[in-house]
């Protein structure tokens, strides 16, 4: 995971496969999901439904989208748009600074303003889950400020029901 996260911060491609799940590691800059590296580096054959995950990170108490996400944003648009029985489900997370109860509340402003991304681009609040997670799911042992960063994120995952189309 903090393999993952240094790539993303030094800007090269980082992505893993799991089952059905695609872990985007990286906003990418350019070109469809199917760009990570696999040995065919072409389109993603895939069953009805499968899952893609990413995530925006946020600095401290903040909760608006870095524009460094948007493109990103864009694409999984475009995928819930294409695929009319998809669902969004988006969780705010937090570092353990501050109390609980305004973790729960800076996560749910998290996850409000991804979700608000998504509704602003055509998509329809009722295929769009949102979770506040506070600081519950810590990710990194918090020993100091840098740690701190890879806590505070909103997980944005696509549930991807492809019924009738063969790739994306």
């Known amino acids: 995971k903090v393999r993952c996260i240094n790539q993303h911060i030094s800007g090269q491609l980082g992505c893993g496969y799991t089952n059905k799940k695609i872990v985007l590691k990286r906003w990418y800059d350019e070109g469809e ?3 990570c590296d696999s040995p065919a580096k072409t389109k993603v054959s895939i069953e009805k439904q499968h899952i893609v995950i990413t995530e925006t990170l946020y600095d401290f108490n903040q909760a ?3 524009p460094i996400y948007y493109q990103s944003l864009n694409k999984l ?3 819930i748009k294409t695929y009319s029985k998809s669902k969004l489900v988006i969780s705010g997370h ?3 600074k501050g109390s609980s109860a305004y973790n729960i509340q800076l996560s ?3 996850a409000q303003s991804v979700a608000k991304y998504f509704t602003e681009k055509g998509i329809e609040s009722s295929r769009i889950v ?3 997670q506070g ?3 810590i990710r990194e042992v918090e020993a100091n400020d840098v740690s701190r960063v ?3 994120y909103t997980s944005i995952t696509l549930f991807l029901n492809t019924s009738g189309k063969k790739d994306i």
């Open 33 to 35: 999901f199917a760009q």
């Open 108 to 110: 749910k402003r998290r």
């Open 150 to 152: 890879f806590n505070r």
């Open 135 to 137: 600081e519950q799911d």
């Open 64 to 66: 608006e989208i870095k």
């Open 94 to 96: 937090t570092d353990s």
């Open 130 to 132: 949102m979770k506040n």
């Open 77 to 79: 648009a475009e995928l």
